[in-house]
């Protein structure tokens, strides 16, 4: 059945269910008109209007006192009192709860350590188009580097109402969460106040350094025109200009310990001798260090749309829209400070080292802490990446509760979000480089041909001091001479483009029945219900070509044999046919239009390429070459079959489910089972044995003849849940709670084939292998038994103490690992998600929180207010290492803090609050576990840690009148950076600083 004809039933069923209802209904009052007005208004929903956070804290404590279910909420407030600027922003605030953050932003979120969580809207689908997504300088590998998961930077806070985290579930409640649910609430225009209600907000933002202001505004309308029917809508712009100041270690694979020592260079026309250091001393030497400044330009669009009818007085029917698009364009410039940049092996005495004359010190890990290195080779590279993401989410709700024993309720949803994601980048070699031909490209550049170990022939050397800059987290480089910043050493060398097509839909229908059982002796529900959904992805990445045919006839990446094509994933002139024919060329002198001088944050002043003629991917190999003078028209896409793939989820789930005890009760029992049965398709490809190429090899093309792979699987998947309140007093709650708790799949993990990179090894064409990227069709859910247990005391109006404990025994997770595979006799990592096998997480949260009315404690407290929660967290997992055959879960933190206190008085507020997390086993793209050759040649594997990170936001405002107020925000006010390391605290390897970023601007409502 197509998504098309699904969704056609789902709408005819939809509208009979409304129809049948409303027959049903009819004819219920007709039997029993006594009863139709017998509602009172004690039984219905009301809304409690938040106008300031103290009272938008009060109503979440509220919601959390009368659930059943654990749940941790955040009110609607008034738009513009909030500093979070995203969902992931506002949820940090919660007990359990952690981010990830990519330039600033909140990304994804953690609860209790895990990120395998279920994000919904209004309790079903819900997609924003960063469910998946590539950047950084490494992503040109494949589809599947620089990938982050499930984000939620794309969704502004604005649009939402309110967000309900639920860390255990119920037998209705959609499967999927395995640390919780998040579920983001839209406005119900029933719920609001007779008449247009108007509110929104004007702002302006900036970053640290960022010199100019971007403005942020949102504005939300609301019309109740009767109390049958009304209509909601909002919009929001949120546009950021931000400046990342990145540190990469983890880009190349080709990391060795080595005992390699070069001295100094004796002179003009000489160059200095590979020898060892004294003792024959080893130590860790990476392949590449990139200091990256990464400029950020994003445009957040949203919308939302809400219509709201009530047909009978049984029957009410919403219909919503949830719209986000985000336009993202980054440019990054890096220095590549440059170690092992030719990938030799370990074990290897002839490469450039470190200056044993000079001063250096070396760990007992072998870990440099500073030192003299000496170089051959030198290189800066410019990346440019758009990104445009685009979702839509429609949802139709239709309830049925008449005066009777029978409640019913019926959704059909659908959800679609599309990515466009384009990229180029454009490597400058700054030593001597010669062409295929033997031509020197700058003859007066220092080292030889792309950094070769030995320069005979060549020039001598240059050098660069290295500090590793303790446990900071963040090296500094020095260079002793203008190796980056001389237009006469400048050839820009390598240029290619590629492209990622995303296209993501999900479909639902469900519904639910719920039977009031009055013959039982406390007040009793039972229910029942039905969903059946469809999740696809259909991702195509592929790269753009150039055909390598002169005029003539010769091709540049000649002779064409078995197998091969004429066309070029990148243009460098030290590669050709081996007749001397050259890839088109530019160097700083014959293109200086090309030349383009930033200052680095780690190096300096460094000559890096223009983007001007990089901003069409598409296009910008043809500009290349015509800049090069050798007009050449031919670039196409080609799809890369190993990186694209269709996956097709069908699950089918039913449950059963009972509710005992009331209001009137002293205790409330939640208990069911909810059974689900999955379908997977995955058509994804592999590598053929004798693959051939639409270039002249992989590294230089597309695979020709990928082999397309099917994968069938299925499952069943049982998950019974128990939540227990037991009111020990008026004020104190007991809870506990258990289930049987599942997540699937991420169906990118599931999808991508093997995507492999290559390098240039030695002074010739010869090229490597040197890591990539790939999925896993054989990945299982995320599967999982929890116990949690609290104590609540709610001991004054906006007061509460809460202790909860949790444990979860995980029967599989999925975890990304660098994992060494060779490739035609060269070893290299392979990032790969894979089934990380069982492992348990237990812990303790504590919550806290009191607003002083002046009643208790001082009276000069009144208006201040203060919430704070604290997890500790102990997990286990069976990840294998060198150094270990345990270890933590992957993203998971040993203690974790949230402190948050405020003001509000007399129309003045302000707000500060501080968030922090301990050091933890690294979960994100970068990987948990990071291998390469000791000096023996033997595979040896390092464990990723994120190391603890804390950061102070802050808020001030003041309301002239109820109608009209101004509001400033500061986040990051301490200008922390996150930061990664490879075993050791002094072993760095990610580190970004996005600084600090301020809102300034008002609030208003009428």
């Known amino acids: ?56 804290l009060q109503t979440a404590l509220d919601t959390k006192r009368k659930s059943i279910l654990p749940i941790e909420s955040i009110a609607p407030e008034d738009i ?48 924003t188009g960063k469910e998946f997504s590539v950047s950084g300088e490494n992503s040109n590998a494949g589809s599947g580097a620089g990938n982050q998961y499930g984000s939620l930077e794309g969704i502004p806070s604005e649009e939402i109402s309110g967000i309900d985290v639920y860390k255990n579930p119920q037998a209705s409640m959609n499967e999927g969460g395995l640390g919780g649910t998040i579920d983001l609430k839209l406005r119900d225009p029933l719920s609001g106040p007779d008449g247009l209600q108007i509110g929104g907000n004007l702002r302006a933002t900036t970053a640290q350094g960022e010199s100019s202001w971007t403005p942020v505004g949102a504005i939300v309308i609301t019309d109740k025109l009767s109390d049958r029917f009304a209509i909601t809508g909002s919009f929001s712009y949120d546009a950021e200009d931000t400046h990342t100041k990145e540190f990469q270690d983890e880009n190349r694979s080709s990391w060795v310990i080595t005992n390699s020592s070069t001295g100094p260079n004796p002179g003009t026309g000489a160059n200095a ?80 080292g470190i200056d044993a004359s000079q001063p250096y010190s070396i760990s007992s890990n072998g870990v440099v802490q500073n030192a003299t290195f000496s170089a051959n080779g030198a290189e800066t590279a410019t990346n440019y990446f758009h990104n445009i ?19 019913a309720d019926f959704g059909v949803f659908y959800s ?26 700058s003859p007066s550049a220092p080292g030889c041909n792309n950094g070769a170990d030995s320069c005979n022939g060549g020039n001598p050397g240059y050098q660069f001091k290295w500090n590793s800059g303790g446990t900071s987290g963040l090296p500094s ?53 039905f969903r059946i959904a469809e999740r696809d992805v259909d991702q195509t990445f592929g790269r753009y070509l150039i055909n390598g045919t002169l005029a003539n006839g010769d091709v540049t990446a000649g002779p064409i044999g078995v197998g091969e094509g004429p066309w070029l994933y990148y243009q460098d002139p030290g590669y050709s046919n081996g007749n001397g024919i050259n890839v088109p060329y530019s160097t700083a002198a014959s293109n200086p239009g090309l030349v383009k001088v930033v200052n680095n944050f780690g190096a300096g002043q460094i000559i890096v390429k223009s983007t001007s003629s990089m901003t069409d991917p598409s296009t910008y190999l043809n500009k290349i070459w015509a800049a090069a003078g050798v007009p050449n028209q031919t670039e196409k896409f080609f799809v890369d079959g190993l990186s694209s793939f269709q996956v097709k989820e069908t699950t089918y789930a039913g449950y059963l489910m009972g509710d005992v005890g009331g209001p009137a009760d002293r205790f409330h029992l939640n208990f069911g089972v909810r059974v689900v049965d999955t379908h997977l398709d995955i058509d994804n490809g592999q590598a053929a044995q004798s693959p051939t190429y639409y270039g002249t090899a992989s590294w230089n093309g597309v695979d020709s003849n990928v082999v397309a792979v099917q994968t069938r699987r299925d499952y069943i998947d049982v998950l019974p849940s128990l939540n227990f309140v037991y009111n020990l007093t008026e004020t104190q709650k007991l809870r506990l709670d258990a289930a049987r708790v599942m997540s699937p799949q991420d169906l990118f993990s ?47 109006r906006g007061g509460l103490i809460s202790v909860a404990g949790f444990y979860k025994s995980i029967d599989s997770f999925v975890e990304t690992e660098n994992v060494p595979t060779t490739v035609d006799g060269t070893t290299a990592n392979v990032s790969q998600p894979v089934n ?36 500790r967290s102990e997990s286990s997992s069976q990840q294998l290492t060198a150094f270990s055959t345990t270890g933590p879960i992957p993203g998971v933190s040993k203690d974790s803090l949230t402190v948050t206190g405020y003001y509000e008085r007399g129309g003045f507020s302000a707000r500060a609050s501080y968030s922090w997390r301990d050091k933890s086993i690294n979960d994100s793209s970068v990987g948990s576990t990071f291998a390469f050759n000791d000096q023996n040649g033997h595979s040896k594997v390092y464990q990723v840690y994120a190391a603890p990170y804390g950061q102070l936001d802050a808020q001030i405002g003041y309301d002239f009148t109820k109608r009209i107020g101004v509001v400033f925000s500061v986040q990051n006010i301490t200008d922390a950076a996150q930061h990664t390391y490879l075993q050791w605290p002094d072993l760095p390897f990610t580190y970004d600083d996005w600084g600090r970023r301020y809102f300034l601007g008002v609030k208003f409502k009428f």
């Open 836 to 871: 990380g096998g069982s492992g348990y997480i237990y812990g303790v949260e504590v919550g806290v929180q009191y607003a002083f009315d002046g009643s208790r404690f001082w009276s000069g407290l009144k208006g201040f207010g203060v919430a704070a929660n604290y997890t």
């Open 750 to 796: 599931l999808g991508l084939g093997n995507s492999y990179g290559f390098t240039r090894q030695g002074s010739g064409s010869t090229y490597v292998f040197d890591g990539g990227s790939s999925g896993n069709a054989k990945l299982d859910p995320y599967r999982a038994t929890q116990v949690d247990a609290s104590w609540e005391d709610y001991f004054a």
């Open 389 to 407: 993401t685009e979702a839509n989410n429609f949802q139709w709700i239709t309830k049925y509760d008449p005066d009777g024993p029978l409640k």
């Open 477 to 529: 480089v020095s260079y002793l001479s203008n190796i980056l910043n001389n237009p006469a050493y400048v050839t820009f060398k390598s240029n290619w483009a590629w492209a990622n097509f995303t296209a993501q839909k999900q479909w639902a229908v469900k519904g639910d029945l719920h039977y009031k059982a009055d013959f039982m002796p406390a007040e009793s529900v039972f229910s029942a219900g």
């Open 80 to 127: 513009g009192k909030m500093p979070d600027q995203n969902v992931a922003e506002a949820l940090q605030r919660l007990p359990g709860i952690q981010i990830d953050r990519t330039q600033g932003q909140g990304t994804t979120v953690l609860i209790d350590g895990l990120r395998q969580n279920l994000t919904t809207l209004n309790g079903d689908l819900f997609l």
């Open 273 to 352: 001798t590979p020898t060892v250091m004294p003792n024959g001393q080893y130590y860790i030497d990476p392949q590449l260090a990139y200091f990256t400044d990464q400029y950020d330009k994003r445009k957040t669009l949203g919308a939302s749309l809400g219509l709201a009818w009530k047909v009978t007085d049984s029957i009410t029917t919403r219909l919503n829209w949830f719209y986000s698009r985000e336009d993202d364009t980054e440019i990054s410039y890096s220095d590549k400070v440059w170690f092992n940049g030719q990938g030799d092996a370990s074990g290897s005495t002839t490469m450039p």
């Open 1 to 56: 059945m197509s998504t098309l004809d699904a969704c056609s039933r789902a709408m005819v069923m939809g509208g009979a269910s409304i129809i049948a209802l409303s027959v049903f209904s009819a004819a219920q009052a007709q039997q029993a008109p006594a009863q139709a007005g017998t509602k009172t208004a004690s039984t219905e929903v009301t809304e409690v209007v938040v106008t300031g956070y103290r009272a938008s």
């Open 416 to 441: 679609r979000a599309d990515s466009n994601f384009q990229a180029d980048q454009a490597d400058i070699e700054h030593g001597l480089y010669n062409t295929a031909g033997g031509v020197a490209t």
